[in-house]
Nanobody, 126 residues
Framework: QVQLVESGGGLVQAGGSLRLSCAAS????????MAWFRQAPGKEREFAAG????????AYADSVKGRFTISRDNAKNTVYLQMNSLKPEDTAVYYCAAHVDSGSYYRRPSYEYGYWGQGTQVTVSS
């Protein structure tokens, strides 16, 4: 098993940047494909970005492509989400998730991810 803890959320003005971190503990972090999801009030949880175990493959939702960058540092057991050019519609709770398929990086349904963090709130003001 793996335990996930997100941090780095907060309040930022439109056009600003934030970097989210997700620290993992437990079973070997590099065994997992990782992803960031987000959930806005009244909406379903949606995939934002994913990364394979090595970091060699990444994928993004169209809504964040070109603005967000997912990365990981397996030595530090941490996955990151750098968010630039933030928009009010990016306001959501952001969750990191781990998939037992280490090669997983592409969009997959949320129910396929076996491990989740508690989430971190990102609020973008206009």
């Amino acid at each position: 098993q793996v335990q996930l803890v997100e941090s780095g959320g907060g309040l930022v003005q439109a056009g600003g940047s934030l970097r989210l971190s997700c620290a993992a503990s437990g079973r070997a972090f590099s065994s997992y494909g990782m992803a960031w999801f987000r959930q806005a009030p009244g909406k379903e949880r949606e995939f934002a970005a994913g990364i394979s175990w090595s970091g060699g493959r990444t994928a993004y939702a169209d809504s964040v492509k070109g603005r967000f960058t997912i990365s990981r540092d397996n030595a530090k057991n941490t996955v990151y989400l750098q968010m630039n050019s933030l928009k009010p519609e990016d306001t959501a709770v952001y969750y990191c998730a781990a998939h037992v398929d280490s090669g997983s990086y592409y969009r997959r349904p949320s129910y396929e991810y076996g491990y989740w963090g508690q989430g971190t709130q990102v609020t973008v003001s206009s």
